[in-house]
């Protein structure tokens, strides 16, 4: 059973930072494609971050870009997302999700596995 749990939410303050983690279990880490979306309010899911298998390449949505980091460790089987200098209108819940892909993809379709999500609050 594949399953994938996220952690590191929290309510902050803008321009703070927050560091989520999503730790998969029941696949074979290494051969998925791992990306981050975040869903806010009455608001449609938004990609965010992807990265390759190898960790080797990243995709970053334009309103994250050069705030966020996605990175991953195959060893621990864990992807984790670095948030900096936070804006209010990043306030989201936040999910993992993986693809069996051998390219980066934003389509949340091509993605089978999803984790419950972590709320991230960003008050101004």
């Known amino acids: 059973q594949v399953q994938l749990v996220e952690s590191g939410g929290g309510l902050v303050q803008a321009g703070d930072s927050l560091r989520l983690s999503c730790a998969a279990s029941?696949?074979?880490?290494?051969?998925?494609?791992m990306a981050w979306f975040r869903q806010a309010p009455g608001k449609q899911r938004e990609f965010v971050a992807a990265?390759?298998?190898?960790?080797?390449?990243?995709y970053y949505a334009d309103s994250v870009k050069g705030r966020f980091t996605i990175s991953r460790d195959n060893a621990k089987n864990t992807v984790y997302l670095q948030m900096n200098s936070l804006k209010p209108e990043d306030t989201a819940v936040y999910s993992c999700?993986?693809?069996?892909?051998?390219?980066?993809?934003?389509?949340?379709?091509?993605?089978?596995?999803w984790g419950q999500g972590t709320q991230v609050t960003v008050s101004s």
């Open positions: 990265i390759s298998t190898s960790g080797g390449n990243t």
């Open positions: 029941g696949l074979t880490f290494s051969l998925y494609v």
């Open positions: 999700a993986a693809s069996y892909a051998t390219m980066i993809t934003t389509t949340p379709e091509r993605y089978a596995y």
